[in-house]
């Protein structure tokens, strides 16, 4: 099990989650500071500004469905959803996936500005193959992101900037798993800055509407 040290402001935002649905952030003690963020914005989001939590800031490289390397920055100028999750994953990650799918639909011709980013938390497993069928499955402009496993120190950093606890449970062989991480999204502005907090049980319309802030 990896061990990081949540931010005070996310504490009970970004929980491990057994891949179930997180509890909507209004029903957590961090949404008093949230709100007091969220009035210091002329942007208001469905869900939580986390712009003063430290979240991300640097960038990062992993691997496409075709095995090439892909940079956060390469996205700058676009608002971008990361989604982390992985393939074998029952329920909370196709059902994320199927939200953002739709909400960029209700976009319309702004979701061209939008570039959602499928990080797996089980590369073993994942393959670049794997990530690229899966992820274009939803959505064909949707990227799957990877890592050869040899190089878990990459894909443990990427984990560690965004507060993602992730723990293998075990299974009925070896390649028979699942894995607990936490199921909340984040949202980046066009300047590669984390912006939004989105928690599982967001609607389309809740994302689409955050997005729409940070496109206009």
């Known amino acids: 099990m990896y061990r990081f040290k949540l931010f005070s402001i996310l504490g009970t935002l970004i929980g491990l989650c057994a891949c179930q649905p997180q509890a909507s952030h209004s ?9 007091s963020t969220e009035a210091a914005h002329k942007l208001m ?19 496409n469905g075709q095995g090439q390397p892909v940079k956060l920055s390469d996205f700058k100028g676009k608002v971008v959803a990361l989604v982390f999750g992985y393939t074998h994953c029952p329920d909370v990650c196709p059902t994320t996936l199927l939200t953002y799918a739709e909400a960029l639909q209700q976009l319309g011709e702004k979701a061209r500005d ?20 899966y992820a274009t499955a939803f959505n064909p402009d949707f990227i799957g992101l990877t890592i050869d496993p040899a190089h878990m120190d990459a894909l443990n950093a990427v984990l560690k900037q965004y507060q993602i606890n992730v723990r293998k449970t075990a299974g009925t062989s070896a390649r028979d798993y699942l894995i607990d991480h936490s199921t909340g999204t984040y949202l980046l502005n066009r300047q590669g800055q984390v912006v939004v907090y989105e928690p599982h049980s967001q609607s389309a319309t809740q994302l689409s509407h955050d997005m729409k802030q940070l496109l206009n």
Not at 116 to 132: G, K, N, Q, S
């Open 27 to 35: 029903d957590t003690p961090a949404s008093a500071a949230v709100a």
């Open 45 to 63: 989001f469905e869900g939580s500004d986390v712009q003063q939590a430290g979240l991300g800031g640097s960038d990062f490289t992993l691997l």
């Open 114 to 133: 939008v570039q959602v980013l499928f990080i797996t938390v089980d590369p073993a497993r994942d393959t670049t193959t794997v990530m690229e069928n």
